[in-house]
Every structure is written in C-alpha cells, then in structure tokens.
C-alpha cells in the first residue's frame, strides 16, 4: 500500500516547532532546480523533479507488531517533518510502507520488491536481526540502501546498511560491567527468545560474564518466538537462585514472561534483574507493575532530561496522542530518515553509492538521545544507559556511560 506523505494528514505546522532536531538540521531549504533530476539520480531511482520514494518496512502485524509499530510512527514523525521543511534537495518524500509481518522469508520479499519495483531511494526498516539478516542478501545484491534501528549482537558490517541502533559492545558488555558492579553478581541466568539476537547475544554475554566478569553462567534458556508458557523456565530459576536473571525475551512473549515473573513472585524485591529487549514500547503491554524494580540497558529512555528529548517526544506525542510512549528503538528509527537526507545533501546526489561515502563521519547533535557520530563502520557512537522501570511505565535513569564508539566485531567475542 503506498502511503504518500502528502497526501496524508500526518503533519501539523506546530510539530516543527515542538522539536528542535527539525529546526537545527536544515539553514535553508534546497531548492529542487539547483538540483537537477538527471545529475541527482543517476541509478534509475524513484526520483522525479518533485519526489523523491522511500520504504517503510517493518512488522505491523503478528508478535512483533508490540515493538516495531513505535518505529513505524518515528519514521512517519522524521518524514513529515522533513517534508514540512522542504524535503530533500527541493524533493517531497513520499513513503511506501510494507508489512513484514513478523515473518522473515516477507522481509526479503519485500524489500525486494521495494527495490526493484518500487526502486526507492532508501529503506527504514526491519527489526529482529532475523528480519534484518533476511533482507541484507537482497539489499547488497540491488545495491539499496537500508537504516537499521534496533540494538542488536554485532558481528555485521555493509556498505548497504547503516545501523542506528546500539551493538554488542554498546549494550552487552556495558551493561553486564554495570549490574557485576552495582549488584556485586557472580551467578546469572541467562534466557531470550529463540533465533539469532538472544542466541548469539546470550554467547557473547556468556564469554564476557566467564572470561572478564569471574562470574558464572548457571542456567540458559531459550523459548520460541511468540511462546507464552514460561511455568518451567521460572520454576528452575527459582532452584538455581542467580544473582542476576539477564533477559533478551522478545515481542508478544515479553508479556506472559515478565507477568508470570511477577506472579511467582520474583519481583524486583526479590531478585535482580537486566533485559537487553525491553523499552517503553513493550512496557504498554507488559504493564509496569510486573516490571516495576527491573532493570533495562538502552541508549535511550523516554524520560531523558535534554531539550533536543524534550522537543521530540512533545512532536511525539502530539502526532499520536498524549498516551504514546517512546522506547529506544523507536528513537533509533526516528535518526533513519535524518541521517539519510543528511547524506543525500552532503553527495548531492541520490545515488547509493554516492549517500554511502557521503554520511560516516557526520555529527549529530540534536538527536534526542544526544550527541552521536557516524562511524566508518557505519554504527553510531552513542552511550549506554540504565533505566529503572516504575510502575508507571517510565524509567529512572540510574546510569550513563561515556560516549562508546562502535565495535562490531570485538576481539575475543567472535
């Protein structure tokens, strides 16, 4: 279904105002005759002297709906908001948004389509690295351009991707270092969905709580995507008594597994816990009273104390109501389609190849998550930060790293 931003009626002229990332990122506005179709698009994209053609692809039905519709209301946010300014070099975007449908065999299928039919300019979009490592084969074979914003395990670097979300280094080592410190842990059990994330993340957590924590793993567990029966799981965590329960629990699954926790007794009272996967968004599902007392590691919190924050989440909420949340993918999402017209204004051109060379090395500094950088490796320089859920859904922020560059392929953890 092709959504045109134009003719939608996404955007009031106050959001502009309401958030400083839109008025910072443009002096003035590109005017589309000092920039000629023929000279800005020389690979055949959907580019006219008017429009320019981008992809929204995530899941908007199925388990991962829960997580991925913030994203899809960011990007939606990012583009009007442009539009409002002017667009791209003098360009309207319009917006053609597919459903994967929280099944990755969709995700390459469409992002096939949206590459070689509906030949846009860029894709925002994908989710669970499943969904993502689904899509790349296709994105690097048509040479498209993808902005990927979930935290997800490393281990991935491509010229055809740019990843907005933090990796391995940024969350997972950062937050075990954290929790071994501040709860003093030495046993952990480790549990996530099943597919590549968790499995891989839950590795890499493993070495680092063994090898540079002197802790121990006692327990590993992994569930079925979209499963709900946790009765188990639970009943062995309760015999092991880990220090630390450390969770990459997914989708529709983080309700049942964080309520059951809840009803077995195993509150924040009682035990200490850190998830990798949960933010505000799923918190609306979850309830905050079974996750009240937890810990999760992110870059972003809705509650963040900055006025770049304080801009967006009122544009935010003034788009889709005064009950929408903000968690930190839906944050990451919202960078996507800001650093795409950042590296289309610095090539001057649309062409892939051109944008790609174009971004790395590009500050942001209005991002509501704060200061970020690209890096060569095409990941974002960013912080790690600690959230504290409260039984309203909002988390307290109880600690912020230093800015952490990139590593996506960190020695020792491969």
């Known amino acids: ?10 955007l009031k002229p106050t959001w502009v105002a309401a958030c400083g990332l839109a ?3 443009l002096a003035g506005p590109a005017v589309a005759e000092d920039f000629p179709t023929a000279a800005v698009n020389t690979s055949g994209l959907a580019v006219t002297d008017k429009t320019v053609t981008v992809g929204i692809l995530h899941s908007a039905t199925g388990t991962m709906a829960i997580s991925e519709t913030g994203s899809i209301q960011a990007e939606k946010l990012a583009i009007a908001q442009i539009n409002e300014m002017g667009g791209v070099l003098g360009r309207k975007i319009e917006v053609i948004q597919e459903d994967g449908a929280s099944d990755w065999p969709t995700f390459a299928e469409k992002s096939k389509k949206l590459l070689e039919n509906d030949k846009v300019a860029a894709v925002f979009g994908c989710w669970t690295s499943a ?3 689904a899509a790349l084969p296709v994105f690097e074979k048509d040479n498209g351009l993808l902005f990927y914003p979930t935290f997800y395990e490393g281990l991935e670097q491509s010229k055809n991707v740019f990843y907005t979300g933090q990796e391995a280094t940024q969350q997972i080592l950062a937050g075990l270092d954290w929790i071994a410190k501040e709860k003093k842990a030495k046993t952990y059990y480790l549990i996530g969905s099943d597919y590549i994330w968790p499995r891989t993340s839950m590795k890499i957590a493993r070495k680092h709580i063994e090898q540079h924590l002197g802790g121990k793993v006692v327990g590993e567990e992994y569930i079925a995507l979209g499963d709900t029966q946790f009765g188990s799981v639970i009943n062995k965590i309760k015999l092991k008594k880990p220090d630390v329960i ?6 529709g699954s983080n309700v049942a597994w964080f ?3 809840n009803a077995a007794g195993l509150n924040a009272k009682k035990q200490s816990l850190l998830t990798i996967s949960v933010t505000e968004d799923e918190v609306l599902g979850i309830g905050g009273e079974n996750l009240e007392g937890f810990y999760s590691a992110m870059k972003y919190f809705q509650s963040l104390k900055n006025a770049n924050n304080e801009g967006f989440v009122a544009a935010f909420k003034k788009a889709y109501g005064d009950k929408a949340v903000i968690g930190d993918v839906t944050q990451a999402a919202y960078l996507g389609p800001w650093l795409w017209k950042a590296a289309v204004e610095r090539a001057k051109s649309f062409d892939v190849d051109k944008a790609v060379v174009a971004l790395p090395g590009y500050e942001l500094t209005t991002a509501p998550e704060g200061y970020v950088k690209v890096d060569p490796n095409h990941h974002l320089w960013s912080k790690l930060r600690i959230g504290q859920w409260r039984k309203d ?4 922020l109880v600690y912020e790293s230093d800015l952490i560059a990139p590593d996506p392929f960190p020695k020792g953890y491969q």
Not at 1 to 10: A, E, F, K, P
Not at 393 to 396: E, I, L, P, S, V
């Open 23 to 25: 008025l910072a990122m």
């Open 1 to 10: 279904m092709n959504y045109s931003i134009r003719r939608q009626t996404l």
């Open 393 to 396: 859904g909002q988390a307290d």
């Open 246 to 251: 450390y969770a990459a629990v997914v989708g």
């Open 259 to 261: 309520k059951q926790l």
């Open 131 to 133: 969904s993502r490592k």
